[in-house]
């Protein structure tokens, strides 16, 4: 039995086919789901554009708690939601091994050739460094 399962959101629509795949896994209701938003770094001042508008972090912040609150709601066994700010990869497989996930569920947004090069894939290196096994969900 899974007994943690670390979830991987990003807030694009890809998120809405991770979290439908999450109910489909049929999950015991002693199974814990640990929501998982990783904000990436913030750019440097240097490169910001000055001519638009930015969102404060809290902001931000509110906004992913909002919609990591609207899945949690739907689930029918124990949940928590983490919010951190850091890589991606390296703060998804962090949180892997403080929560002891049986299971990492993540989605894939299909990158290929140049864009994958040069934006590197999250899922791929989740894939390599997890300390448990890795449900990769494909964008349709």
Same mark, same amino acid.
């Given at each position: 039995?899974?007994?943690?399962?670390?979830? !991987? $959101?990003?807030?694009?629509?890809?998120?809405?086919? *991770?979290?439908?795949?999450?109910? &489909?896994?049929? =999950?015991?209701? +002693?199974?814990?789901?640990?929501?998982?938003?990783?904000?990436?770094?913030?750019?440097?001042?240097?490169?910001?554009?000055?001519?638009?508008?930015?969102?404060?972090?809290?902001?931000?912040?509110?906004?992913?708690?909002?919609?990591?609150?609207?899945?949690?709601? !739907? $689930?029918?066994?124990?949940?928590?939601?983490?919010? *951190?700010?850091?890589?991606?990869? &390296?703060?998804? =497989?962090?949180? +892997?091994?403080?929560?002891?996930?049986?299971?990492?569920?993540?989605?894939?947004?299909?990158?290929?050739?140049?864009?994958?090069?040069?934006?590197?894939?999250?899922?791929?290196?989740?894939?390599?460094?997890?300390?448990?096994?890795?449900?990769?969900?494909?964008?349709?």
């Amino acid at each position: 039995m899974l007994k943690t399962i670390l979830v !991987a $959101l990003d807030g694009s629509d890809l998120s809405q086919r *991770v979290i439908q795949t999450l109910h &489909e896994l049929q =999950i015991q209701q +002693a199974t814990k789901i640990i929501l998982a938003h990783v904000i990436p770094p913030s750019e440097s001042d240097m490169e910001t554009a000055v001519d638009r508008p930015h969102p404060s972090e809290d902001l931000l912040y509110r906004d992913i708690e909002q919609q990591l609150q609207s899945y949690q709601a !739907a $689930l029918l066994c124990q949940s928590e939601l983490e919010i *951190v700010t850091g890589d991606p990869a &390296e703060e998804i =497989i962090r949180l +892997a091994h403080i929560h002891q996930a049986d299971l990492i569920v993540i989605g894939n947004r299909g990158l290929t050739g140049v864009k994958r090069i040069l934006e590197g894939s999250v899922s791929s290196q989740v894939v390599i460094d997890a300390p448990c096994s890795v449900l990769v969900v494909k964008q349709e």
